[in-house]
């Protein structure tokens, strides 16, 4: 294959995968495979020192955050973020049921306290995302929880939703760090690191102090935020390896991108590419998401039938294209074009894509 | 460094880390990266399907057991544990405190019920492990917990112990696959993986597949072993690097070693080679375990004081040999001799013990 549009997990940048492989066989300044290290030595604590560094740098992060590296991806933080917000609370928490994704989320929270489903796209078929003046947040609302980027519909709010007086609580698991932000308007934020972050197997969180400052009682130690703080995300052994390559990765972010602003003017200018090519195809691509609300990280279109989408991913696996096929809940196709993902190969594609129409 | 002697993440051998590293550049039958690979893809269904054969194979599992991959590590294991069988019980759950780690799973399972600690080794200094005789095993328990091997303190239990009649719950994180260990006769085995198995971020549960038949209400999904079964370890994104690691390893035992008593072989031979030179050190030496209860995986022990214990790991350390200081709760020496530790570096470790003593 030579280009893999995969919605997870994702493209990793060439560069990434060169310096993890040398670390499999060997860490210079360890003197051991990377797979050997201890968590626990100066060296992997180096490791997570720089990796909050870079993200707080990239995010411009306010002191006032907690920046963890925890196991279990989001569906683990759909349980621990109503443990911590909503157990106990005579409050209810405000969810947008927006795609795939925040829908999963929803059950989780109902087992800790009262939920209200502030949005549910599916009236629209999950092709939409909803105007400010759609959306009722409570005043009182313990929390307001939300994805940021749909993965399966292609969906991505371009702005910030919710009030600045009650705590945003945010999925970014396939848009963190692929553009600035606002990082400091959350209350707490959530990645796994398998789109544009890293390997699978470890989860970002960030998350303001004062969330710590009520903490239902007997929560358990491992599903208690203030485990993982007091002890630096190392109070289990944590994937080092995973943990290593979201470090690279940060570091090229930091470095080679030039931060958040230039990542995402390149990964909007993909997008543009991309959804220009099925704009411009005559009906022949069909974009999923309503045009405002369309994702710069998933693409998500149809042909005219079933049977012409399948033609076209095996016409597509064969001219070295992988990962197109829509996710399984909706079929058709989908470009995954995480941070990693090169514009050549986002032009090889729309290429692909006008030579298969014309045939 | 030559050799590494960590207690966790341990040593992995040599061939597994030179097909991991290639993996990262390439999968040949996929054409991809491998951190590039989707989870859902038939290429890792069929690195799952063949690690749990090996599993299977290796400990030759009956059918009545799944075979779970999980992430969170054995602490999350400690809940998950007494979630399913302890919560909204009217019974209680038999816990053995033999060391540091069976010490941890104690408090997490009284969240969720009544525990009796039946054994509490810290009147012998966590020194030895209780005889048959010391055991008060109840008949009427929801289970009974212990911890095969005792990492910190070096304390391995050379034997099954607890009813037939009452399930037995075993943290094997430490020594699992290390030799053949009866599997049938417990009820559920859980181990991370970065002792013998593979890199930190990936944790087997084997568990008889009647523990799922009366499961308390509103468990949160990521936390059901039903979920984990019902999508095949797959129910969100796992660790696909790790467990590709985990897959190598279990076929290097199967096929280089040639299974689990050849392994138990390999490792009595190691552990009594580093014990001897313990013993044969006029005191020099100091053997933290009773011998009845040494540890094959870690072997800890001490020198006359502090200093010069200190002394030791530096000369250790220049020499090439690392990760000998002992757990941070202990202090002292621990040498870790797991599955991938061969016996060319114990025997370079006992000459460079033996020179040590006699400057």
């Known amino acids: 294959m030579r280009f893999n549009f995969s919605g997870g997990p994702g493209v990793l940048p060439e560069t990434v995968l060169q310096q993890a492989q040398a670390a499999i066989a060997n860490v210079p300044e360890v003197g051991l495979p990377l797979l050997g290290i201890s968590h626990r030595s100066d060296w992997f604590a180096a490791v997570l020192a720089e990796t909050e560094a870079n993200i707080r740098a990239l995010l411009d992060l306010p002191?006032?955050?907690?920046?963890?590296?925890?196991?279990?991806?989001?569906?683990?933080?759909?349980?621990?973020?109503?443990?911590?917000?909503?157990?106990?609370?005579?409050?209810?928490?405000?969810?947008?049921?927006t795609g795939y994704w925040s829908a999963k989320a929803i059950p989780e929270a109902a087992r800790e306290g009262r939920v209200r489903v502030i949005w549910d796209g599916e009236r629209a078929g999950f092709r939409r995302l909803p105007n400010d003046g759609e959306l009722d947040c409570a005043a009182d609302a313990a929390y307001l929880h939300y994805v940021s980027n749909e993965t399966v519909e292609g969906l991505q709010f371009h702005r910030v939703i919710g009030r600045d007086d009650v705590p945003r609580v945010c999925d970014?698991?396939?848009?963190?760090?692929s553009a600035p932000c606002d990082a400091?308007?959350?209350?707490?934020?959530?990645?796994?690191?398998?789109?544009?972050?890293?390997?699978?197997?470890?989860?970002?969180?960030?998350?303001r102090r004062d969330l710590?400052?009520?903490?239902?009682?007997d929560l358990h130690t491992s599903l208690d935020y203030r485990s993982h703080v007091k002890a630096k995300s190392i109070y289990n052994t944590?994937?080092?390896?995973?943990?290593?390559?979201?470090?690279?990765?940060t570091r090229w972010l930091l470095r080679d991108i030039g931060g958040l602003s230039r990542m995402g003017e390149i990964n909007a200018a993909k997008a543009a590419r991309l959804y220009g090519a099925i704009d411009a195809s005559d009906g022949f691509y069909r974009g999923h998401a309503a045009a405002p609300d369309r994702s710069t990280m998933n693409v998500v279109f149809n042909l005219g039938s079933p049977e012409l989408e399948a033609e076209f991913l095996a016409h597509a696996q064969t001219a070295g294209f992988s990962?197109?096929?829509?996710?399984?809940?909706?079929?058709?196709?989908?470009?995954s074009i995480y941070n990693a993902m090169t514009q050549d190969a986002v032009d090889a594609l729309c290429e692909f894509m006008d030579d298969f129409?014309?045939?």
Chains 1, 2 share one sequence.
């Open 212 to 217: 710590l400052d009520d903490v239902p009682p």
């Open 357 to 359: 129409r014309q045939r």
């Open 238 to 249: 944590p994937p080092v390896f995973a943990l290593y390559v979201v470090m690279l990765v």
């Open 63 to 97: 002191d006032d955050y907690h920046v963890l590296f925890l196991q279990g991806g989001a569906s683990l933080q759909f349980s621990m973020i109503p443990m911590l917000l909503l157990r106990g609370r005579d409050k209810s928490a405000d969810y947008l049921r």
């Open 184 to 207: 400091h308007r959350y209350a707490l934020i959530y990645a796994h690191a398998q789109k544009n972050l890293g390997p699978a197997g470890a989860t970002v969180v960030i998350l």
């Open 323 to 335: 990962g197109l096929a829509g996710h399984r809940s909706l079929g058709g196709i989908r470009a």
């Open 172 to 177: 970014m698991s396939s848009d963190f760090l």
